[in-house]
């Protein structure tokens, strides 16, 4: 019998140094807590770290899909593919620019399947949107192919992917924009940097591009569309003056989250280790367990497990999702489901007229999918635990 642990394991917590937080206290101390000089070292030691060529750091990985979409010429009448296996935040973005969110189904490893882009293609499609679902690219290559092919644009929906790699290169990287299948698309990434991600800010999100017409508008969108140095008005060397240029938003990220940021970057490729060490730990102790199917790994590309996502095939088991989540919660360990399909929400069955049936592999993933708790703060006890508290629920309830 599993002795149960007397603390709950909660599923996911950040991991914050003493670094960072004198980093925050000197940002406060110094007076600079709206964007200013650690925004843009921030934003130097990210384009650094990626290998590209613009790096604009935001308020939210929302917000920076948003510039994004509006510099990329995305509005009314126009439509943008993306997978509905997703956060809502990816959909919500389209709308707010007026256009139309089109669903596509996913393939085994839960990133967006280049066939279904091909076919939803129509006269009035914009972009391709991407998401790097869990820490793991997507098919970028056939992706970008097909972006080519139709001159299309495509927006990288990189919320889980900061650190990752796609033929050894970082996604994001102007290494990538140099491929031959790459060349000549519009396009760019977008990070986030919330709490549960690979690195955090708190809130807070970072775009890159190869672009510099692209980024000089999406840096002029995050402020208001005020001209382009228009935060050096309260420095030293600033002025009064300022110009608006373009109906912009107020997505301009704070000194006091970069100073997080600083070092958060300087320590994610040790979270992303750390990541891995566990998510091999889970896939070995998996492995013995028919009722589990653990995640897709591809040898050309990295996986960051921003999230750990096992599958349950509840044929073999007597038990349901919910109640594997709750039998997990009992031993206090706790769990999550990523994601609800966007087309499965009533807005967007309301709105577009989606409905259960329309993406059937997405509608299956979805059904048997759980999270379990992977994040640098765990030890190694932890990810133990967990794994002995699933096997005895999986034996418990084997048919």
Known sequence: MIKKREKFLPYCLPMIG???????????????????????????????????????AVHSCTGGLHVALTAMGVGAGDEVILPSLTFCATANVVVHRGATPVLVDVKDDFNISPEAVEAAITPNTKLIMPVHYGGMACDLKEIYEIARKHNLGVLEDGAHAIGITYQNFKVGSDD???????????????YSFYATKNMTTGEGGMIVTAQEDLANHMRILTLHGMSRDAWKRYSSTGSWYYEVIDSGYKYNMTDIQAA??????????????????????????????????????????SHAYHLYVIRLKEEALTIDRSQFIEELKAFNVGTSVHYIPVHLHPFYQKQFGYKRGDLPKTEEIYDSIVSLPLYPLMSREDVEYVIEVVKHVIQTHRR
């Open 176 to 190: 990538l924009v140099l491929q031959e299948w790459h060349k000549g698309v519009n396009s760019a990434v977008v």
């Open 260 to 301: 997080l940021g600083i070092h958060q970057l300087r320590r994610l490729d040790g979270f992303i280790e750390t990541r891995q060490t566990y998510a091999q730990m889970y896939d070995e102790a998996f492995s013995e367990l028919e009722e589990i199917i653990t995640p897709v790994k591809h040898p050309d590309r």
């Open 18 to 56: 003493e670094e960072e937080i004198a980093e925050v206290t000197d940002s406060l101390r110094s007076g600079w807590v709206t964007t200013g000089p650690k925004v843009r070292q921030f934003e130097s030691d990210v384009q650094n770290y990626i290998n590209c060529s613009h790096a604009i």
